[in-house]
């Protein structure tokens, strides 16, 4: 069974549309994150989530809204979406803020064409 | 900002003891330290933590100083499956807000037979 598991693993599409990604977890964790890895390799957080409440946004465009039905999954929604968008987006969940150990996702590859 | 830097890449054979060091010149009191192996097209997953002095686990040990400015992650008897990128992550979040979570660039180690 997969701890954390993201849909789809591969996503292209167009400037200006509006896709999703999901995750879900099955660790029973309270905590569940969104990052970003960018062409430079870096992983930068996005967003957090802790027994459903936003508990942390970073300096991201609000284009992107983080959506947490229960504390097992956390959806990435993005709105008209840009060149600079392409990356790879990771979810991870926790036990407990970051300082537990994160278990990660593979994530998902995002492609603007 | 608890910035790290680590170098870019590393070198080793099979069978050797692996140190890669992490400089967080400006980690706070609250700060942890925690280290992640990432191989291609997966997400990051969690090898150990520390606070201070040594930590080990069945895969690695963490050794960090009494200033705590630096760490070094040090793997025994590599293999090639051990060629991976690792990051060095430093931040409390309730102290230090979740800027402190990202990974930077990490090492790139690569193991050859």
């Known amino acids: 069974d997969t701890a954390v598991s993201q849909t789809p693993k591969y996503l292209v599409t167009q400037m200006g549309n509006d896709k999703s990604i999901k995750c879900e977890q099955n660790l029973g964790h309270d905590t569940m994150y969104w990052y970003k890895q960018d062409s430079k390799k870096f992983l930068k957080i996005m967003f957090s989530?802790?027994?459903?409440?936003?508990?942390i946004n970073e300096t991201v465009p609000n284009r992107f809204s983080p959506k947490s039905p229960d504390k097992a999954h956390l959806n990435l929604h993005i709105n008209s979406l840009e060149l600079g968008d392409s990356a790879v987006y990771f979810c991870?969940?926790?036990?407990?803020?970051?300082?537990?150990?994160?278990?990660f996702g593979d994530g998902t590859r995002l492609s603007i064409l | 900002l608890a910035k790290t830097t680590q170098p870019i890449s590393m070198d080793s054979y099979e069978g050797q003891e692996v140190n890669i060091t992490c400089s967080h010149n400006?980690?706070?009191?609250?700060?942890?330290i925690t280290w992640y192996q990432q191989f291609p097209s997966q997400g990051p997953r969690f090898i150990i933590q520390g606070y201070k002095t040594k930590v080990t686990n069945e895969v690695a040990s963490l050794f960090i100083p009494a200033d705590r400015k630096s760490s070094t992650l040090s793997l025994p008897r590599v293999s090639l499956s051990d060629t991976a990128v690792y990051y060095c992550l430093v931040g409390d979040i309730a102290n230090s807000g979740y800027s402190t979570l990202t990974f930077g660039k990490g090492t790139m180690l690569l193991v050859s037979p």
């Open positions: 400006n980690i706070a009191t609250n700060d942890y």
């Open positions: 989530y802790n027994n459903k409440e936003l508990i």
């Open positions: 991870a969940s926790s036990q407990g803020d970051a300082r537990s150990a994160q278990h």
